[in-house]
């Protein structure tokens, strides 16, 4: 994750950068990692997971996440980002970079869930 050093007065600016990039690099993943898991699983598979990283966030462990979330991309055969893989580095990356996660997280998976429950009643009425 590259953040260009500046002088000491300019770490607030620093690391507002870093917090705006693990927030575009947990999007892009919750993006990236729910859509392709639902073209090879279901939504069930997706939902099991979302609570097996929720569980490991609520025991602090935060590297643990990203292992499962790493393990997804290889099921999903996507390289994950070199922003992803440097959250990993360091486990207040990889706290922040989950927690972000998670919260667009449950919005996706509602989301796509409502659009299957539409679709599967719109086939029934056929």
């Known amino acids: 994750m590259k953040v260009e050093k500046g ?3 300019d770490v607030v600016g620093c690391a507002v950068k870093l917090c705006d990039k693990i927030c ?11 859509s392709a898991f ?11 997971t979302e609570k097996a990283l929720r569980l ?8 643990g996440a990203m292992k499962v979330l790493e393990g997804v991309y290889a099921l999903t055969e996507i390289a994950p980002s070199e ?15 989950m927690e972000e996660f ?5 919005d996706f998976i509602f989301d796509e ?12 009425n056929r």
């Open 38 to 48: 639902l073209e090879v699983g279901e939504l069930d598979m997706v939902q099991a």
């Open 102 to 106: 998670l919260g667009e997280s449950e």
């Open 83 to 97: 922003d992803f893989t440097d959250c990993q580095r360091y486990v207040p990356l990889s706290q922040m970079f």
């Open 24 to 34: 575009v690099t947990a999007h892009d993943s919750v993006a990236t990692l729910w």
């Open 7 to 9: 002088s000491g007065r």
């Open 113 to 124: 869930g409502m659009d299957g429950v539409m679709e599967l009643l719109m086939n029934e």
């Open 56 to 63: 490991l966030v609520s025991h602090g462990d935060y590297t």
